[in-house]
């Protein structure tokens, strides 16, 4: 069965912070991998990865997959109370399960003025 | 706003009751998926239809059934509604697999359903 588990489950931080969001993966034929931010109610979509090593980037945050690992990070740099939310990782599969998304337990990120 | 509408927004029922959601994609979205939230199991996907045919299926319940109409647009059928029922259900969607952002998929803003 597909597998999504992210860390940390929570982090409080300070405005100006820098943080790292964890996200590892068990799939079989792996099509992609996706970040999502879901602040009141539905999740926005932020970066979707398909290649190994290459970053992408939007303003302050920035995301980078390892397929040999099995995991993707999420950066946020210099952040803002504006970026407290639940982060969700998420992961597309072929095969038979191709289009259905499978989510880690996300992060739930607090910026502290 | 992602172009994905959902209604209703909220929803306040009994146990043993039948429910509908609907949920109109994003404009040129083949593909309609249905997720479900709740506290203790996060996002869960329940079932995908591209096109107007079932696509992809997860853990839905044999309580729930889903169809997507020939407008693109998409139900979601809960029927004898339990109270482990209760969550928010959201729907995506995402473009052809042949048109640019094909895998991304965008939500709408949900329904939030209150089993009582």
């Known amino acids: 069965e597909d597998k999504v588990v992210q860390s940390p489950l929570s982090l409080v931080v300070h405005e100006g912070d820098t943080v790292t969001l964890n996200c590892s993966y068990e799939?079989?034929?792996?099509?992609?991998l996706l970040w999502y931010k879901q602040e009141k109610k539905a999740p926005t979509f932020l970066f979707m990865l398909?290649?190994?090593?290459i970053e992408k980037k939007s303003g302050r945050l920035s995301s980078i997959l390892d397929k040999k690992e099995l995991f993707s990070i999420l950066n946020i740099t210099a952040t803002q109370t504006g970026d407290s939310a639940i982060y969700l990782c998420?992961?597309?599969?072929?095969?038979?399960?191709?289009?259905?998304?499978?989510f880690g337990q996300g992060t739930i990120l607090t910026v502290h003025p | 706003d992602s172009g994905v509408t959902q209604t209703p927004k909220h929803l306040i029922t009994a146990t043993g009751q039948r429910v509908t959601l609907r949920c109109s994609p994003r404009?040129?979205?083949?593909?309609v998926y249905w997720y479900q939230q709740s506290l203790d199991q996060g996002l869960q996907f329940l079932i995908q239809?591209?096109?107007?045919?079932?696509?992809a299926k997860g853990n839905i319940l044999e309580r729930f059934s889903a169809q997507q109409f020939p407008d693109l647009h998409s139900e979601l059928n809960l029927s004898s509604l339990e109270l482990g029922d209760s969550a928010l259900y959201f729907c995506?969607?995402?473009?052809?697999?042949?048109?640019?952002?094909?895998?991304?998929?965008?939500f709408g803003p949900g329904t939030r359903l209150t089993v009582l």
């Open positions: 995506a969607s995402s473009p052809s697999a042949r048109l640019a952002g094909r895998g991304r998929q965008f």
């Open positions: 799939v079989t034929n792996f099509r992609s």
């Open positions: 398909t290649s190994s090593g």
């Open positions: 998420a992961v597309n599969a072929g095969g038979t399960s191709y289009g259905k998304l499978t």
């Open positions: 404009s040129g979205d083949l593909s």
């Open positions: 239809y591209y096109n107007g045919e079932e696509r």
